[in-house]
Structure formats: C-alpha cells, structure tokens
C-alpha cells in the first residue's frame, strides 16, 4: 500500500510538473505575440512590407490628390497581417510624431467595397506628411508622402 501512495504522489507531481511546464510554454509564446502586435517594428523587418514598381504606381495614382505630396513609400499586407492595420498605423503615426509632426486632419470615405482613410500631419508650419490607408477585405495598403 505503501508504494501505491508513493507512485501516485509521484505521478501527481510528474502531471503538475508538466502542467507548469506547458503554462510557462504558452507564456513564452504569448509574450512576443503580444509584442509583435503592439510593437510592429519588431515582428517586421524594416522594408518587408514594401511595394515597388507599376502596381506602387498605380496606387499612389489613386490617392485623390497625390500631386501635392512626394517621395511616396507604398506598403501592403494581406492577410492575417492586414489585421494588424491599427498597430501598422499607429507605428507610422508615433513615427510622425517623433519628428515633429502632429495630426492636422484626418477624414475617411468609403469607394466601393474599400475604406480610404486620409491622414495628414503638420509641424504647424510648411512640413507635412501624408498617410493614406486603403482597406478592402484581408487586404490592406498604407502609403506615405512627404508635402511638396
């Protein structure tokens, strides 16, 4: 009988050790993953996003009044990425912020099946910055000019 309460005292702290051990696993994993969320820098590497070519062309083209602004940097994501649109936004905007720049304006509206999202930020003098967000579905385009 003896033995019987020693296997079992030892079985219990072999399952409870187990049961810690899988805790602290899904500690370990959550803890990045909640990171990467608020803090897009660190789960993208720099430039991973960016488009180039006809197609950044052709959605700077979109941009109601995309004369005005230069240096353009096009950014997409797809998928479970484009979930992440507010903390992707908020990167850019506390990026803005670093520099000087503040919101000025924002307004949104709504092109077929899309939501065009229209950001720009000023030093209160002649530097401005554009953000312009596209959102359509599981996809989702950010783009990033400078005033002229």
Request: avoid cysteine; glycine fraction near 10%.
């Amino acid at each position: 009988m003896r033995k019987l309460k020693t296997f079992t005292l030892a079985l219990l702290l072999v399952i409870a050790g187990g049961t810690a051990s899988a805790q602290l696993l899904a500690e370990v994993a959550l803890a990045p993953a909640i990171a990467s969320q608020l803090f897009p820098p660190v789960s993208w590497p720099s430039g991973s996003l960016r488009a180039v070519g006809d197609g950044a062309d052709a959605l700077v083209a979109r941009v109601p009044d995309q004369a005005a602004w230069q240096g353009w940097e096009v950014y997409t994501a797809t998928g479970l990425a484009a979930t992440l649109e507010p903390a992707l936004v908020y990167g850019v905007e506390r990026d803005l912020l670093m520099q000087g720049l503040f919101r000025a304006e924002t307004s949104e509206t709504t092109v077929g099946n899309e939501r065009h999202t229209r950001v720009v930020f000023s030093d209160g003098g002649a530097q401005r910055a554009l953000l312009f967000v596209i959102r359509s579905g599981q996809e989702l385009v950010w783009m990033i000019a400078r005033g002229r």
